[in-house]
């Protein structure tokens, strides 16, 4: 166990892969279960919280490194340590999800695509590896707002505005470029939510919270003490707005709530934040646990759903908790014999 670890930012994600995997469970595992109810939702709001939380870490990290050494040689060693994280278990599941989709003859597409993410860059995500779609996003964004703020600083030698005004600039421009694909091609919010070029909103406001973080500390903390009831009214507007207003179809939906639902997700940053254990209980064993093996459980679920589904046919409560113990035990297994021996060597 460690010492002063942020439990709250663990609590939050796991918050997060837990969304996802009870939407994916129970949604996934039967299909009779209408997507607008709340199971079925919770896959749409838990990505949109990793979204945020993996903005406010990096933009942690690299607003910290590029203060201390400005050049591209903390580029570069900022691309190492993500790679060293997020590659290895990316390409292990690329290569499960190629062998099912062979097993059950289903068509994989374009496979260059997936092996460089431009699978969803420009166009709606493909069926294969469906869940790959927000990873796409994620590292398409570790590549370019990095590369663009550290030439930015190099130049005019101002990390705290350039961060500042790059980040105002995507909140504004992805939203735009939303407006373009609903005009242009008609899609529907949940096509768009899923399209990298369209969504580097939804980091930059976890970015745009580690800035204040780093910079204004101070402020940062009042907010995390005393207003965190404004991120709770928000979190009731968009709770009434996704069953009263029709977000998936309207032009609101498409271009304007899915900034609203980043922002207020990123509000709730620092009061998690703020949240520190020393000695954890049994409980939050358990949040640190699921934090941990998150990355495996998000790039697992989906396929296991399928073997289960394929296995066990009839919809059972059974099934399901067969689904359960094998996401688990398998991320477990993955992380513990996998992910954590790679990302061990990009220390050395």
């Not at 068509?107 to 997936?114: D, M, Q, R, T, V």
């Not at 003490?225 to 404004?230: C, E, G, N, Q």
């Not at 934090?291 to 759903?305: Q, R, V």
Request: hydrophobic share 50%; aromatic share 22%; charged share 15%.
């Amino acid at each position: 166990m460690q010492p002063n670890r942020v439990i709250g930012l663990d609590i939050f994600r796991s918050i997060a892969v837990i969304m996802v995997l009870l939407s994916h469970s129970i949604f996934g595992m039967n299909d009779s279960y209408p997507l607008n109810l709340p199971f079925g939702t919770f896959g749409f709001y838990g990505v949109e919280l990793f979204f945020v939380l993996s903005g406010f870490l990096i933009g942690s990290i690299f607003i910290k490194e590029f203060t201390i050494s400005n050049t591209y040689h903390a580029l570069f060693t900022f691309w190492k340590r993500r790679w060293f994280r997020t590659l290895p278990n990316y390409y292990l599941f690329l290569s499960i999800n190629i062998i099912i989709a062979i097993y059950f003859k289903e068509e994989i597409g374009n496979l260059f695509k997936f092996l460089f993410f431009f699978q969803n860059t420009l166009e709606p995500r493909p069926l294969f590896f469906r869940e790959s779609w927000s990873l796409a996003i994620e590292e398409w964004f570790y590549l370019l707002i990095p590369t663009v703020i550290i030439i930015t600083t190099i130049v005019f030698k101002k990390l705290k505005p350039t961060v500042l005004i790059i980040s105002i600039l995507i909140v504004i421009v992805s939203p735009m470029y939303r407006y373009f694909l609903h005009h242009e091609f008609g899609f529907d919010t949940n096509t768009i939510r899923m399209i990298v070029a369209a969504r580097l909103d939804s980091i930059i406001f976890g970015v745009l919270v580690a800035w204040v973080k780093f910079y204004y500390f101070e402020k940062y903390r009042f907010f995390s003490k005393y207003l965190w009831v404004f991120p709770l009214i928000f979190l009731g507007i968009i709770i009434f707005q996704h069953y009263y207003i029709n977000i998936y179809y309207s032009v609101y939906g498409k271009i304007i709530y899915l900034s609203f639902v980043s922002f207020t997700f990123a509000m709730f940053l620092p009061l998690f934040d703020s949240i520190l254990k020393t000695k954890y209980s049994f409980t939050d064993q358990i949040f640190v646990n699921i934090s941990t093996w998150s990355y495996s459980i998000y790039l697992i679920n989906l396929p296991l759903e399928k073997l289960v589904k394929f296995a066990l046919p009839q919809n059972t409560k059974v099934n399901t908790a067969i689904f359960y113990f094998f996401v688990i035990g398998s991320s477990a297994a993955i992380y513990r014999f996998y992910e954590k021996p790679i990302t061990k060597l990009r220390e050395k």
